[in-house]
């Protein structure tokens, strides 16, 4: 039985997502959903 993919909510669109194997080593520190989420942090975060 597979165990269920840990998850996390984005700090910009506040939606949560899944972990994603390209995010494997640096899931700790992954904050935002997608690269469009990052890239407009400025107007939501800070």
Do not use: G, Q
């Not at 506040?14 to 469009?36: G, I, L």
């Amino acid at each position: 039985m597979k165990r269920p993919l840990p998850s996390k909510i984005c700090v910009v669109c506040e939606r949560p997502f899944n972990w994603r194997r390209k995010w494997a080593k640096d899931w700790d520190s992954v904050r935002y959903c997608s690269e469009r989420c990052r890239r407009n942090r400025a107007k939501k975060v800070e």
